[in-house]
C-alpha cells in the first residue's frame, strides 16, 4: 500500500464532471504515517468504450478525513494531480463514474482520502475501456464489461447470418405453429420504425443456426452465461437449478441494474411506469422489447424484455430471461422455440 505525504494549496480546477485537484509533494517520508483508514478494495467494472464506474471499501475510522475519491489516469500510479472523483465522506463503501474515457485504451485508478493535509492512495488497479463491434450489415455495437464478461449494449439487430445467408424476415407471416424449425426475425408488430429502439426479435431456431447470428468474436449466451451476470450483479442472487419452490425470480435487483431508468408516461424513457428499481447500474441498458407469439400475436412492449439463451430445455421449448416494468426483479422460464425474443450476444 503506498502512502504519501502532500502539502496542500488552495488551487481548484473545476470542470463540468471531474474536479482536478493540483498539490505539490512533500519531502516528508510518510513511511511510517499512522493512517485512520486503509482502503480494502478497489474495483473497476461495468466498463463500456468511453465510461467506468469505480467501487472501493474503506476500513477503520473516516470521521477525520476531509476528502475522498478516486484519482485515475492514462499512466501508472495516478495521484490527485491526474484525473479525479471525489465523493461524501460518509461511508465506508463508496462508488463514482467516469465519463469520456477513450476506448480501447488502458487507465489506472487508484482510491485516494486527504488527512491531515497528507494524502494516502491504495494499490493500484488497471483496466481496458471497451471498443464497439458492428456485425455483417454493418449496425455498431456498444459493448459493456460487467466483471470478466462482455455484452452487446443493445439488442441485435441483424438480418444476414455471419456468412452473408439472409435471415428470412417473418412480416406478415402470422400463425406458423406448424412450422417444425421456423427460422425467422421479426419488427415487433411488423412495423420498422420499432427497429432503432428496440432490435429484432427471433426466434430460437435462427439464434442456434451454425451460420450464427453474433457478431465475429460474439455468440448467443446460455444459461451459465445469463446466470453468471446476475450472480456478478446480485451475489445473493438464485441460480436456476435452486429455485424457491413456484417462484422464477433469481433477483430481486439485478433486473432493476440492467434496465434503462425513466417512464413513457413522463416521455423519460421507453418503459411504462412504475418501472420499478431500474437504474442501468450495469450500463447494459435493456429495454421493453416486447415479444412475438407464434401465433402471429405480438406483446409487451413497454412492459418486458425477453430475451433468448442458447439452452434448450425440451424438444420443443428453450430457457430464457426477462425483467418486468413493475420492479426490479429478473426472472427465467422456458417457452416455445418458435417464439420471438431478442438477443444479447456474449463475447466469446
Known amino acids: ?19 482536478v485537484f493540483s498539490i505539490p509533494s512533500c519531502d516528508v517520508d510518510n513511511d511510517d504515517q499512522q493512517w485512520s483508514a486503509e482502503v480494502d478494495t478497489i474495483l473497476a467494472d461495468y466498463i463500456t468504450s468511453s465510461s467506468v ?31 479525479k472523483l471525489t465523493v461524501p465522506v460518509d461511508i465506508g463503501l463508496f462508488n463514482a463514474s467516469a465519463e469520456t474515457l477513450d476506448p480501447g485504451t488502458i ?4 482510491a485516494y482520502y486527504i488527512e491531515g493535509n497528507l494524502v494516502y492512495y491504495s494499490d493500484e488497479v488497471s483496466f481496458t475501456t471497451t471498443e464497439p463491434v458492428s456485425d455483417i450489415n454493418g449496425n455498431a455495437y456498444e459493448t459493456v464489461q460487467v466483471g470478466d464478461q462482455v455484452w452487446l449494449g443493445s439488442n441485435l439487430s441483424v438480418k444476414n447470418y455471419r456468412n452473408g445467408d439472409p435471415i428470412e424476415d417473418g412480416s406478415l407471416l402470422g400463425n406458423y405453429l406448424e412450422l417444425e ?26 439464434i442456434t443456426d451454425d451460420r450464427n447470428i453474433c457478431p465475429e468474436g460474439y455468440r448467443v449466451p446460455d444459461i451459465i452465461d445469463w446466470e453468471n451476470l446476475i450472480m456478478h450483479l446480485d451475489p445473493l442472487a438464485y441460480r436456476s437449478d435452486n429455485l424457491p419452490v413456484n417462484s422464477l425470480e433469481l433477483s430481486a435487483v439485478a433486473g432493476g441494474m440492467m434496465k434503462t ?16 428499481g431500474a437504474n442501468n447500474a450495469s450500463r447494459l441498458s435493456f429495454l421493453p422489447n416486447g415479444l412475438r407469439d407464434p401465433s402471429g400475436t405480438f406483446d409487451g412492449l413497454g412492459y418486458n424484455s425477453p430475451h ?7 424438444q420443443d421449448s428453450a430457457i430464457m430471461y426477462y425483467t418486468h416494468f413493475f420492479n426490479g426483479g429478473i426472472y427465467t422460464n422456458n417457452f416455445s422455440k418458435k417464439s420471438g425474443y431478442a438477443v444479447r450476444c456474449i463475447k466469446n
Open 261 to 276: 431508468t425513466g417512464n413513457v408516461e413522463d416521455n423519460t424513457g421507453l418503459w411504462y411506469q412504475p418501472n420499478g
Open 53 to 83: 464506474t469505480f467501487n472501493a471499501d474503506i476500513l477503520g475510522d473516516i470521521s477525520s478525513l476531509e476528502e475522498m475519491g478516486f484519482c485515475y489516469s492514462k499512466a501508472p500510479l495516478p495521484t490527485i494531480q491526474d484525473s
Open 308 to 314: 433468448w439463451s442458447f439452452t434448450e430445455y425440451g
Open 181 to 206: 424449425e421456423p427460422k425467422y426475425f421479426f419488427y415487433f408488430n411488423d412495423e420498422q420504425e420499432y427497429e432503432s429502439d428496440y432490435g429484432l426479435l427471433y426466434t430460437w431456431f435462427t
Open 1 to 19: 500500500m503506498e502512502k504519501k505525504g502532500i502539502i496542500s494549496k488552495e488551487l481548484l480546477v473545476l470542470s463540468a464532471f471531474l474536479i
Open 107 to 110: 487507465y489506472y485508478v487508484r
